[in-house]
């Protein structure tokens, strides 16, 4: 049971195993996808398809026909990552063995819809994965393996996600065995050591910058590719360069604040007043922060490319003083 390319990848690895007989795959039902919204299957579906297995795609995992469905293939065990939905009792129960859930963290902390990106965006050493077998809480049933992995400053939510994808499904198909042969005992999570990984919101990318320096560092990385980190800049133009005066005197669109992504910074010890720009050159463009200052290297305009500090600056100068606004 599983629903985006982490289950994906957990699901090929099962896949490959001749000791393993996947009988069916439950995932999300097809969703709108793209500007013209065609409904698409998941990364899950696209890969049972090929593989020739049948695949059940129930709104509610709850519905009785949905359950009653299930229970014909008589499985054994059920394997679930990032399915998308609580599972009801009545399928924790139905195989004799359990449902073993894939967990991006290190239980229990981090329980919850977004482990890795608040593991990245609390500056944490590192995270790794759990193998959990499921009960009827949220992330709380007994601990059967984990597997570390350090998170380096190179790292953002996109390739932390990837390798634990990757760590997840092969230490999936190595605690099976031995878990149904009897030779993992569940291990109870302690509860006073447990956190919450609330669901990442569209809102959570706006930088406030009357944080510290390395606090909005570790929240751009986190938060990479989605929902990114974004600011708003004061005082410069839309695309196309020029400045439209409206009548009747109204306010120049270049004070409009125009949305900048920011893909890549450094934090350095400069110090000023939280969004105020320090400096602005092909280095890059230095911000000040609540403590120490962020010098952004990779930016984005709204509906514009990617750009380095140097090519966005040929095109959109800036100099010290501008500021950005947008707090939190």
Known sequence: MGTPDLAAVSLTALLRETKFQVVAVVTQPDRPKGRDLKLTPSPVKEIALRAGLPVLQPQKAREETFVAELKTFQPDLIAVAAFGQILPKSILDLPPHGCLNVHTSLLPKYRGAAPIQWAIANGDAETGVTIMKMDVGMDTGDILTQRTTPISAADNG???????????????????????????????????????????????????????ATTIWNRLRAFTPWPGAFTFLLGVPPSGGSVVVPPEGGTP??????????????????????????????????????????????????AGRRMNAGEFLAGHPLSAGQGFTGFQ
Do not use: F
Not at 270 to 284: N, Q, Y
Not at 287 to 298: D, H, K, P, T
């Open 253 to 302: 669109n270049a004070t409009r604040p125009q949305l900048l992504k920011i893909w890549e910074a450094q934090v350095t010890a400069a110090t000023g007043e939280p969004g105020r720009i320090l400096s602005a050159d092909k280095s890059g463009i230095l911000v000040a922060c609540g403590a120490g200052a962020l010098r952004i290297l990779i930016l984005q305009r709204e």
């Open 158 to 212: 996109q390739t932390v996600h990837d390798r634990l994808a990757q760590i997840g499904s092969e230490l999936l198909v190595q605690t099976i065995p031995d878990y149904v042969a009897g030779k993992i005992p569940p291990r109870k999570q302690d509860a006073a050591l447990a956190t919450h990984a609330a669901k990442i919101k569209k809102t959570d990318g706006q930088i406030d910058w009357r944080l510290p």
